[in-house]
């Protein structure tokens, strides 16, 4: 397998561009990853990367080489499926990437229940807010809270999630109940704001008597992280959009209630995204078939007045 093995190093040295990442991604050292390239560029009897101490580069046979390489990668995935289908006996590890809430709330919790039904499978679980690059990235499942209109991925849906505005009863107090959407702005509300490095200009978009409308909503704090925006509101700095599962606890217990309740947001979805040969693995659709399940069970209780 060492053949195979460099070529699979060569194909994520050029998708993630640095040596350096690609032996992160393989769990190995920059040093094996550069001597598995060498060793397969001596194999071939070309360059397949010009280096300099500054950047990596593919090279024209480097470029030439990758669409080769994928096939190849491709093929051997889908003979070791059909042997796991065979054998009942689904191994390796699964590469999952979520949303924080997401992951920490609904994935996180159930993955070693997993573990014990399929011991030979690892996860390596990896939690974001920011947008993942499924291929770039080599993830096998990327849980995505969001309207996805068009993809090159093949998406399953799992569930719709109703959202709410909602803020601290101390914000309340200190800066009055606002009604609607239009309030918000009126009134110059504190809204906690949801970016990351590269995120367009935010904008709320509520359901109002005259159908949906983007409010360009304005606040103190931002952050890349939607656990760090709970917990603000929680401290009564301002008002958050949130899936009311993420919530639903802090809404019982009176931490958090809803506002400009009026014009709520849109609804959102959580859906499970793949690339469509990741979906003929037999372990990828174990996991994903599992967590589906446990997934809209848990929002269920989560969501569930009583």
């Known amino acids: 397998m060492s053949y195979v093995n460099n070529i699979r190093m060569f194909v994520r040295v050029y998708e993630l561009g640095s040596m350096s990442a690609a032996a992160r991604d393989q769990r190995t050292s920059p040093a094996v990853a550069s001597a598995r390239i060498a060793e397969l560029e001596k194999h071939l009897g070309v360059r397949l ?3 300099t101490t500054r950047s990596l580069q593919p090279t024209e046979n480097g470029r030439i080489f990758l669409d080769g390489a994928r096939k190849i990668l491709d093929a051997i995935d889908d003979a070791e499926a059909a042997v796991m289908d065979v054998t009942q006996n689904p191994r390796g590890t699964i590469f999952v990437s979520a949303p924080l809430g997401v992951g920490r709330r609904l994935i996180a919790p159930v993955v070693p229940a997993f573990k014990d039904l399929y011991p030979q499978i690892d996860v390596r679980l990896r939690l974001s807010d920011r947008v993942i690059d499924v291929t770039a990235e080599g993830i096998d499942v990327a849980f ?9 991925l093949k998406i399953r849906l799992i ?3 109703p959202r709410l505005l909602c803020a601290a009863p101390a914000y309340i107090a200190r800066r009055g109940m606002p009604g609607d959407g239009d309030a918000l702005i009126a009134d110059r509300h504190d809204c906690l704001n949801l970016r990351f490095p590269g995120a367009k200009e935010f904008q709320w978009t ?3 008597p005259d159908g949906p409308l983007r409010y360009d909503i304005a606040g103190p704090f931002e952050t890349d992280d939607g656990d760090v925006l709970t917990d603000w ?10 899936p009311l599962f993420e919530v639903a606890e802090h809404l019982r217990e009176g931490r958090l209630v809803p506002v400009a ?3 709520p947001p849109l609804p959102t979805q959580l859906s499970a995204l793949s690339q469509h040969r990741r979906l003929r693995d037999p372990k990828v659709r174990l996991f994903t078939d599992f967590m589906a399940a446990h997934i809209r069970e848990a929002m269920r209780r989560a969501t569930d007045p009583a």
Request: charged residues 25%; negative net charge.
């Open 49 to 51: 990367f010009a280096r």
């Open 144 to 152: 995505h809270l969001g309207i996805l209109d068009d993809s090159t």
């Open 159 to 161: 569930a719709d999630c």
């Open 206 to 208: 509520l359901q109002t």
């Open 233 to 242: 509101a929680l401290d009564g700095r301002g008002i958050i959009l949130k």
């Open 261 to 263: 309740v009026a014009t």
